[in-house]
């Protein structure tokens, strides 16, 4: 058997060229698959989020105020949280809300001593308690959400909301409604409500919470919202969630927000992430399902927060 140098480099050179593409496969495949948080480019979404930021006037609080004022206000915020259960009582999360809670809601203004705070017409044992808290209570205890719920030990919570009107209805509804699927998962008790933070469970809740919050602000635009978002996922061919959100323009931002009243700068801080959020899980789904789409989204939503 005679040995032919030129054949056997040809073979080496073609083998290693097969296991480099086998390599470039597996890590393509594994850039979606991967548990691993990433990080976007400064230029997307840090950088758009400042500029989407910059010279947005900061809210008029209507809380404190003198007690008149402040009602005026309560009444304003449960005649919205009521129209907003209506209005979107066919989303199938809303219509298990409305079965669960009824319209049972309790309103009023958060006291530093949450024991003391003051009821609209003195009804405090609502299923549903919603406080607006002050400015001061925001910048003193630093919290980083608008609207946020908070449980107690032996069911029901507390959902707390700023004491100023939001610019826009349907961004209300879609973080109050948000807030209230938190509060039902943790009355019913679900793994998610049960589990310690960051975990995945805990972080699936939260996808699907803010899965929740998207189907709200695409009702309250008659479907524009999902039709926007489809047309920017769909502007290239691309490989990666990370690669598509890197690829997404401030224009492509302001697109979605143009569907919706000028936040203010408070707002802005909440829309954004959500923008994003919605941007990934529906690029997601058109490459994934079932367990392997809700892994991607715990990472995408990890990586986002």
Same mark, same amino acid.
């Given at each position: !058997?005679?040995?032919?140098?030129?054949?056997?480099?040809?073979?080496?050179?073609?083998?290693?060229a097969?296991?480099?593409?086998?390599?470039?496969?597996?890590?393509?495949?594994?850039?979606d698959n991967?548990?691993t948080?990433?990080?976007?480019?400064?230029?997307?979404?840090?950088?758009?989020?400042?500029?989407?930021?910059?010279?947005?006037?900061?809210? #008029?609080?209507?809380?404190?105020?003198? !007690?008149?004022?402040?009602? @005026?206000? @309560?009444?304003?915020?449960?005649?919205?949280?009521?129209?907003?259960?209506?209005?979107?009582?066919?989303?199938?999360?809303v219509?298990?809300?409305?079965?669960?809670?009824?319209?049972?809601?309790?309103?009023?203004?958060?006291?530093?001593?949450?024991?003391?705070?003051?009821?609209?017409?003195?009804?405090?044992?609502?299923?549903i308690?919603?406080?607006?808290?002050?400015?001061?209570?925001?910048?003193?205890k630093?919290?980083?959400?608008?609207?946020g719920?908070?449980?107690?030990?032996?069911?029901?919570?507390?959902?707390?909301?700023?004491?100023?009107r939001?610019?826009?209805?349907?961004?209300?509804?879609?973080?109050?409604?948000?807030?209230?699927?938190?509060?039902?998962q943790?009355?019913?008790?679900?793994?998610?409500?049960?589990?310690?933070?960051?975990?995945?469970?805990?972080?699936?809740?939260?996808?699907?919470?803010?899965?929740?919050?998207?189907?709200?602000?695409?009702?309250?635009?008659k479907?524009?919202?999902?039709?926007?978002?489809?047309?920017?996922?769909?502007q290239?061919?691309?490989?990666?969630?990370? #690669? !598509?959100?890197?690829?997404?323009?401030?224009?492509?931002?302001?697109?979605m927000?143009?569907?919706?009243?000028?936040?203010?700068?408070?707002? !802005?801080?909440?829309?954004?992430?959500?923008?994003?959020?919605?941007?990934?899980?529906?690029?997601?789904?058109?490459?994934? #399902?079932?367990?392997n789409?809700?892994?991607?989204?715990?990472?995408?939503?990890?990586?986002?927060?």
């Open positions: !058997m005679f040995f032919n140098s030129k054949t056997f480099r040809q073979t080496v050179v073609f083998s290693i097969c296991f480099l593409l086998f390599v470039a496969m597996s890590c393509y495949r594994a850039s991967s548990t948080p990433f990080k976007l480019k400064n230029t997307s979404y840090d950088g758009i989020s400042q500029k989407m930021i910059l010279n947005k006037p900061q809210s #008029e609080w209507a809380v404190p105020a003198d !007690m008149k004022s402040e009602d @005026l206000f @309560l009444i304003e915020l449960k005649s919205s949280i009521h129209v907003g259960m209506d209005k979107y009582s066919e989303i199938s999360e219509k298990k809300l409305k079965e669960y809670y009824g319209q049972d809601l309790s309103i009023g203004v958060l006291d530093r001593n949450p024991d003391k705070s003051r009821y609209l017409d003195n009804y405090s044992t609502g299923k308690v919603a406080l607006a808290y002050p400015k001061a209570a925001r910048v003193e630093g919290v980083l959400t608008l609207i719920y908070y449980p107690k030990a032996n069911g029901g919570g507390v959902i707390s909301m700023p004491g100023f939001s610019p826009d209805i349907v961004w209300f509804n879609a973080r109050f409604l948000h807030e209230l699927y938190h509060q039902h943790h009355d019913t008790g679900q793994p998610g409500a049960l589990a310690y933070s960051k975990t995945d469970v805990w972080v699936l809740e939260e996808v699907k919470a803010h899965e929740f919050a998207g189907k709200v602000l695409n009702a309250g635009t479907g524009k919202y999902f039709d926007v978002i489809n047309q920017i996922i769909n290239g061919e691309y490989h990666s969630v990370v #690669e !598509m959100l890197n690829a997404t323009k401030l224009e492509d931002v302001q697109r927000d143009n569907l919706f009243a000028p936040a203010k700068v408070e707002e !802005m801080n909440n829309r954004l992430p959500q923008y994003y959020l919605d941007l990934s899980f529906s690029w997601l789904k058109l490459k994934h #399902e079932g367990q789409l809700e892994k991607n989204q715990i990472t995408v939503y990890r990586s986002l927060h």
